[in-house]
């Protein structure tokens, strides 16, 4: 088993710890201008939506620009009313499954940034008919306990409408597989580790690229804050960073990519056609830097990619992806092996980019 990154593992720790559903992803641009702050070189600025970006320039004049995106906010909830028992009603933000709601613990934010524990109820088997319980409870039918006996206590502690609700499970972890990492957040927060790692990577080196890491906003919500960024800061070459499906557990149609297979080099999804040419440029790259990968393809789903190659004129676009188990629920599981792996694709593709490249990747 390979030695493992150190800073990856504490990186990956302390990024799934953090809560930031769209609309309120603060506190990882501030983490990650922290985690970036000592590097020379690196200029920050914002857009309107909140989406961070750190840009390297090159001395070459007429230098060509990459970015890599990756967005910063996590699937969720909202309070949406307190009844008068003291029971909170929520709204998902992001794509959830009803299965994977009940009976979970929560944290929901005070605009204060006071933190509260709850759980969401559930109703004891015994008291289900044969039929109920084979049923997906819709989330409009669930509430959050907290414990509460009124809602006059509820708002006491300085709970209202519109407070972030998250995942709460306690902290992100290893597995007795060091490699691996179950936390929450994974979608989208190993991404920005990985972001942060490649930035660190290439802050010695001189270049012949303009280099732009994109921490986007309210992607669970439309890839919105991959539009607006990407409007302000457009690249010649993107690259959208995210997770995707871990293949290789009970139930799940067999396929090439999982935990441990490296990058995953995405074909499709339901939002973009990959650039061919900057997907077969890559895959030089992989090769010839021994690079684990694999390719990739979702029906269903999709990434900042979406919008970032439909900005403009067109940029030349693709996703690269990090398997993920257990994805859009509570906890999810990656391996550090693959997060490795992106970096290293990503920081070679850099280094060897040039005008001369890019001008191969044009269409004539």
Same mark, same amino acid.
């Given at each position: ?18 809560? *930031?559903?769209? *609309? ?24 309107? !939506? ?47 499954? *009803? ?27 015994? !008291? ?21 006996? =009124? ?18 499970? *306690? ?87 999982? !935990? ?63 398997? =993920?188990?257990?994805?859009? =629920? ?23 980019? =040039? ?10």
């Amino acid at each position: 088993m390979k030695e493992l990154n150190k800073r990856l593992v504490l990186d990956s720790i302390k990024y799934s710890n953090l809560n *930031g559903i769209a *609309g309120h992803e603060e506190n990882i641009a501030n983490a990650i201008k922290d985690d970036l702050k000592n590097i020379k070189g690196l200029k920050f600025e914002r857009d309107g !939506l909140g989406s961070l970006a750190v840009i390297k320039k090159s001395k070459l004049k007429n230098a060509p620009t990459i970015s890599f995106t990756t967005h910063m906010d996590e699937v969720g909830f909202l309070v949406t009313s307190i009844d008068s028992n003291g029971f909170i009603k929520f709204t998902p933000i992001g794509g959830w499954w *009803g299965h994977v709601v009940l009976a979970q613990r929560m944290m929901i934010t005070t605009r204060k940034g006071e933190k509260y524990i709850g759980v969401v109820g559930s109703i004891p088997p015994h !008291l289900l008919t044969r039929e109920t319980a084979q049923r997906v409870v819709k989330i409009d039918k669930m509430f959050l306990d907290l414990g509460m006996t =009124s809602k006059k206590e509820v708002e006491k502690l300085g709970i209202q409408i519109g407070d972030m609700i998250t995942p709460d499970h *306690g902290t992100a972890f290893q597995t007795p597989n060091p490699n691996r990492i179950i936390g929450k957040a994974h979608d989208n927060r190993i991404s920005v580790v990985t972001g942060i790692e490649i930035m660190r990577e290439l802050s010695n080196e001189e270049l012949d690229v303009n280099v732009i890491f994109v921490a986007s906003t309210q992607e669970e919500v439309g890839l919105r804050g991959a539009r607006t960024s990407t409007y302000k800061w457009t690249p010649d070459v993107a690259f959208a960073i995210d997770v995707t499906i871990g293949n290789g557990t009970p139930g799940l149609t067999p396929k090439e990519t999982k !935990l441990g297979t490296g990058v995953a080099l995405s074909m499709y999804d339901s939002s973009i056609i990959g650039n061919p040419r900057l997907i077969h440029s890559v895959e030089e790259v992989a090769k010839k830097n021994k690079i684990k990968y694999t390719f990739d393809g979702l029906a269903n789903g999709g990434t900042d990619a979406g919008v970032i190659h439909l900005t403009k004129d067109g940029v030349l676009t693709m996703t690269l992806s990090i398997p =993920s188990r257990y994805m859009h =629920s509570h906890i999810s599981m990656v391996d550090l092996q693959d997060v490795q792996q992106t970096v290293n694709l990503v920081v070679e593709y850099i280094k060897n980019f =040039s005008n001369e490249k890019l001008e191969g990747l044009k269409y004539k």
